[in-house]
């Protein structure tokens, strides 16, 4: 079946704009994930969805990160105000984690390559 | 909380040869373990995955990764490479608890010479 898709693949920003980044994940799964990746800090988590139960926003770096994730599928990661320092490959990853039919493991998508120039 | 210790950032190989990337990890709770592959521009894929039961795991691609706890590590081998091994390799953990997120180790550069 599908994997996780992400979009876009490359997206070059100006410092100080907004950027939108979307997942879509497997169909069914019921776990989302942001992760970053970046030459400096490697692969660092930033948010956590699980079914209707709010979120872990616990590795956002700062307050100009936010995410939703709509009817339990699409998510959306949004950065306010870009800077350079937002330069990165964001990760997208899915899992089926429900009672006994977790599996454990997360499914990555081909990233969004973020340059802020 | 959780950490993964992946030393060095690069191991190179001649092909035919013996392949180890090493893995210690932290963990307060019993872990579950991983080792994804990452190709270049491309995202990460399973190679395998320790939850429970036998502790020695076999993955894709020929890997397999053997988990000891009482040295706290998850190392990945494989007897022979092949070019297309060549990639980076990242070992991560998760909790048993209701924190899934991964803990990923800074990654390991494999090169396989010919």
């Known amino acids: 079946g599908a994997g996780v898709s992400q979009s876009p693949s490359n997206k070059v920003t100006e410092k100080g704009k907004d950027v939108e980044l979307r997942c879509d994940p497997i169909?069914?799964?019921?776990?989302l994930y942001w992760y970053r990746q970046s030459l400096g800090q490697g692969l660092e988590f930033l948010i956590y969805?699980?079914?209707?139960?709010?979120?872990?926003k616990s590795g956002l770096p700062s307050d100009r990160f936010s995410a939703e994730r709509t009817g339990g599928s699409v998510s959306t990661l949004t950065i306010q105000r870009t800077q350079q320092e937002d330069s990165a490959v964001y990760l997208c990853?899915?899992?089926?984690?429900?009672?006994?039919?977790?599996?454990?493991?997360?499914?990555f998508g081909p990233g969004t390559r973020l340059t802020v120039t | 909380a959780q950490s993964v210790t992946q030393l060095g950032s690069h191991v190179s190989v001649s092909e035919g040869a013996l392949v180890l990337l090493r893995c210690n990890y932290s963990s307060s709770v019993p872990p579950y373990l991983f080792w994804y592959v990452q190709y270049p521009n491309q995202g990460l894929q399973l190679l395998l995955k320790?939850?429970?039961?036998?502790?020695l795991v076999k993955g894709i691609n020929g890997f397999e990764a053997e988990f000891k706890k009482s040295e706290t590590s998850f190392h990945l081998t494989k007897p022979s490479a092949h070019m297309s091994d060549a990639a980076e390799y990242f070992c991560?953990?998760?909790?048993?608890?209701?924190?899934?997120?991964?803990?990923f180790g800074k990654g390991i550069t494999l090169s396989v010479r010919p």
């Open positions: 169909s069914g799964h019921t776990a």
């Open positions: 991560a953990v998760r909790g048993t608890g209701a924190n899934s997120k991964l803990t």
């Open positions: 969805f699980q079914g209707n139960s709010a979120p872990d």
């Open positions: 320790y939850t429970t039961g036998a502790t």
């Open positions: 990853a899915s899992s089926l984690d429900r009672g006994g039919r977790t599996t454990y493991e997360q499914y």
